[in-house]
T-cell receptor, first 116, second 115 residues
Framework: DSGVTQTPKHLITATGQRVTLRCSPR?????VYWYQQSLDQGLQFLIH???????AKGNILERFSAQQFPDLHSELNLSSLELGDSALYFC???????????????FGPGTRLTVL | AQKITQTQPGMFVQEKEAVTLDCTYD???????LFWYKQPSSGEMIFLIY??????QNATEGRYSLNFQKARKSANLVISASQLGDSAMYFC????????????FGAGTILRVKS
């Protein structure tokens, strides 16, 4: 158990809908990362938050948005869902922002999203 | 931009033997980290080993070692004494050190351990 929790574990929805994925980082970790794992794109970085502020964006669609709340949990919002959004969405957390020796990222169990 | 290449889509290894999973990388960063993660069929991502670009010695963690050849830009994972539980997908990843620790992943290698 990495200490990172994600809910829900599975989500099945229809095209055009909107969903929210939730992530709670390990206790004390300030950084939260979101990744998408799909068969055609592989594992891709979406977005990084540090202590409530957005720090880096990757290949995140405009239909997707995220935020990190004062209690450090994070939510990834996916709207106007398309079939191609079906994927495993991971949240990861780490202790520090950057610099020095890398701080290991601990991954949550993921949310498997199926868009029908 | 960083890029990770894993050229072996799938590998077989006999139980108790050693296996090497290949990883090459491309980056213009001077400081970076290299990682290996394991993803069993259950889906979770498990951190295995880390190598910093300025680390002179190859990293080792139990049965895992990272064969780091900086000039060749390779970071191969060596698993010694393979076990049936090692059957999984293995991802090589890298991250810049200077700012933001986002991970860039390779396509992965599926390892199957035979009894």
């Amino acid at each position: 158990d990495s200490g990172v929790t994600q809910t829900p574990k599975h989500l099945i929805t229809a095209t055009g809908q909107r969903v929210t994925l939730r992530c709670s980082p390990r206790s004390g970790d300030l950084s939260v990362y979101w990744y998408q794992q799909s068969l055609d794109q592989g594992l891709q970085f979406l977005i990084h938050y540090y202590n409530g502020e957005e720090r880096a964006k990757g290949n995140i669609l405009e239909r997707f948005s995220a935020q990190q709340f004062p209690d450090l949990h994070s939510e990834l919002n996916l709207s106007s869902l398309e079939l191609g959004d079906s994927a495993l969405y991971f949240c990861a957390s780490s202790a520090e922002l950057a610099g020095g020796r890398y701080n290991e990222q601990f991954f949550g169990p993921g949310t498997r999203l199926t868009v029908l | 931009a960083q890029k990770i290449t894993q050229t072996q889509p799938g590998m077989f290894v006999q139980e108790k033997e050693a296996v090497t999973l290949d990883c090459t990388y491309d980056t213009s960063d001077q400081s970076y980290g290299l990682f290996w993660y394991k993803q069993p069929s259950s889906g979770e991502m498990i951190f295995l080993i880390y190598q910093g670009s300025y680390d002179e010695q190859n990293a080792t963690e139990g049965r895992y070692s990272l064969n780091f050849q900086k000039a060749r830009k390779s970071a191969n994972l060596v698993i010694s004494a393979s076990q049936l539980g090692d059957s999984a997908m293995y991802f090589c990843a890298m991250s810049p050190m200077e700012y933001g620790n986002k991970l860039v992943f390779g396509a992965g290698t599926i390892l199957r351990v035979k009894s």
